[in-house]
């Protein structure tokens, strides 16, 4: 296994680490008054304008893109090449992602336009998404069923003529609520009688469908996220039969082909955030006092500084060889190990998060400081794409398969 950086991959981190420095961070405050100053949680600030157009014109665009595209070009990175850029761009998560255009659902919905969609889908909604002209949603997630098995879902897709008819209900629809969002990936049944695992299908659904009903924006832990976690109802909205993707029974196939590269694109950037509340620990642990002494001088204190940076070096060589791994043999082969990375990078995120938190006094769970929201936002990374539960199941059943055959 060779995990050392290719010379692309060390140029383009350079690249993206200077636009970080550079144009990110700065523009971390600016973005936080355009939106105190906004009507609605769900404005698009103008300050991630400027940072598109200076992402581009740095020819940092689409770097999560397997393969080169004419018009704007990728680079056609690595998943081994990405992943540093990814941990990157999760130190400010707001903002880089977006303002790169590597920014989740749109990312793994471009994926399976690109992989399962027609060429009248690639032109129509693939080619505005990779340049950034519109956004979109995936709506799997269901409030009647537990969504944690895909085979669940319960929506009703038929078959009508020309056309499909949909009805049922979606929610946690993240980006729904994004002003420029424009259309959905949806999954549902076109066949309930059928084998349990071609049951299911996907279409492309223009948000603006009649049938299609944005009920609301759902908090987590009372923050509105600004792109929007929607709870939609679709009541016989109808859609042309060309909305399918690849072919009906293939919704559940196209899901776990989404969903590998999504989790591990997680996985990249949560390193990156919790990279971002290990220096905000360091920092006020140095500069705050308490009987007489700094708090980096606390054995305590320095366990988590400890503890913090041994974890996120295990957790970072396991993204790094599931990279691999998805480059070497591919996601199929690599799913042992999505599943593992998928349950480690969060819990290990979120328990760096916590103790800045605690660092931080009643300061780390105030809006003074990103920590709070930080925490909020990645916890629900432990549900998102399969809960925790569920990539356990698939690693213990892996494990005593390998004793069963023996």
């Known amino acids: 296994m060779d995990l050392h950086p290719t010379?692309?991959?060390?140029?383009y981190l350079e690249r993206v680490t200077a636009f970080m420095d550079e144009h990110v961070y700065p523009a971390e405050p600016v973005y936080a008054q355009q939106m105190r100053d906004a009507d609605s949680p769900y404005f698009y600030p103008p300050v991630l304008d400027e940072l598109k157009r200076e992402a581009r014109?740095?020819?940092?665009?689409?770097?999560f893109y397997g393969e080169r595209c004419d018009d704007p070009p990728a680079p056609g990175l690595t998943n081994c090449e990405y992943a540093p850029l990814a941990e990157q761009m999760g130190r400010s998560p707001l903002i880089a992602p977006e303002a790169m255009n590597c920014n989740a659902p749109d990312s793994g919905n471009m994926?399976?336009?690109r992989h399962f969609g027609t060429d009248e889908h690639r032109e129509r909604w693939l080619r505005p998404l990779l340049d950034g002209e519109i956004r979109s949603a995936f709506a799997m997630t269901e409030p009647g069923v537990a969504s944690s098995d895909a085979t669940n879902i319960g929506m009703r897709i038929e078959r009508d003529g020309d056309d499909y008819v949909l009805n049922g209900r979606k929610w946690w629809i993240t980006n729904a609520l994004h002003p420029h969002c424009k259309v959905l990936v949806v999954m549902g049944k076109t066949d309930p009688d059928g084998p349990r695992h071609r049951q299911q299908s996907m279409l492309?659904?223009?948000?603006?469908?009649?049938?299609?009903?944005i009920e609301r924006g759902l908090p987590v832990f009372g923050y509105l996220d600004r792109e929007g976690h929607a709870e939609l109802r679709f009541e016989d909205a109808r859609v042309p039969a060309s909305a399918l993707l690849a072919g009906e029974g293939d919704g559940f196939m196209i899901g776990q082909a989404r969903l590998g590269p999504g989790r591990i694109h997680l996985c990249m950037r949560l390193i990156g955030v919790a990279e971002r509340a290990l220096e905000l620990l360091c920092k006020r642990a140095l500069v705050r006092t308490t009987f007489?002494?700094?708090l980096a001088e606390r054995a305590n204190v320095q366990d988590w500084i400890a503890e913090s940076r041994v974890e996120l070096e295990m957790t970072r060589l396991l993204t790094m060889k599931t990279a691999w791994l998805m480059d070497t043999v591919g996601n199929r082969e690599a799913h042992v190990e999505i599943a593992a990375i998928k349950v480690a990078a969060p819990q290990v995120a979120l328990k760096v998060i916590d103790r800045a938190i605690q660092v931080h006094g009643g300061a780390g769970v105030s809006d003074d400081f990103p920590l709070a929201a930080m925490y909020a936002r990645h916890r629900t990374i432990r549900l998102t794409d399969g809960p925790d539960e569920v990539h356990?199941?698939?690693l213990a059943r892996h494990e005593l398969r390998r004793w069963q055959e023996a």
Do not use: S
């Open 57 to 63: 014109r740095r020819g940092l665009w689409n770097l």
């Open 111 to 113: 994926e399976v336009l």
């Open 392 to 394: 356990k199941r698939t």
């Open 292 to 294: 007489g002494a700094p």
């Open 204 to 213: 492309v659904v223009p948000l603006d469908t009649p049938g299609v009903t």
């Open 7 to 11: 010379p692309r991959g060390k140029e």
